[in-house]
């Protein structure tokens, strides 16, 4: 097998699958399968800079197995974080976890809560609390 570093060129998120370019090489690749971790929806961005597994059976039919850390720092250096849409800094969203003091943060624009029962907005709870300590203040 084949372990290859390329960057994304092509990306068919409908399909599951990139196009990659190698460094060594100045074509893209066919479209490849892009591996999930526990069925988990991301699909790699233009640009990503990917590590891939080829087969050797003469075929040209490879996996993407992850992006990597190389020249890009990672925004957490402890615990747990995961960027959404990291494409539009207006909607941007994350997800962090530091376990050395137990805190779990998620940043979104909007934030939506669902249930059986209803659905609401972070926002929409927040203007509750204030109307309701502003009428026990008053």
């Known amino acids: 097998m084949g372990i290859r570093i390329g960057?994304?060129?092509?990306?068919?998120?409908d399909e599951g699958k990139v196009r990659v370019v190698y460094e060594d090489e100045n074509n893209a690749s066919l479209k490849l399968?892009?591996?999930t971790f526990n069925h988990e929806y991301l699909m790699n961005a233009v640009g990503d800079k990917v590590l891939t597994l080829h087969l050797d059976n003469g075929s040209s039919k490879g996996f993407v197995l992850g992006t990597y850390y190389g020249s890009v720092t990672p925004k957490a250096q402890k615990g747990?974080?995961?960027?959404?849409?990291?494409?539009?800094?207006?909607?941007?969203?994350?997800?962090t976890f530091d376990p050395e003091v137990g805190k779990f943060t998620l940043a979104a624009?909007?934030?939506?809560?669902?249930?059986?029962?209803?659905?609401?907005?972070?926002?929409?709870?927040?203007?509750r609390i204030e109307a309701l300590e502003n009428a026990i203040n008053h």
């Not at 960057?7 to 998120?13: A, D, I, L, N, Y």
């Open 7 to 13: 960057k994304v060129t092509q990306v068919f998120p």
């Open 33 to 35: 399968d892009v591996l």
């Open 80 to 95: 747990y974080r995961k960027d959404f849409n990291n494409e539009d800094d207006a909607n941007k969203a994350s997800v």
């Open 109 to 127: 624009g909007d934030i939506e809560l669902q249930c059986s029962y209803a659905t609401t907005s972070v926002e929409s709870i927040i203007k």
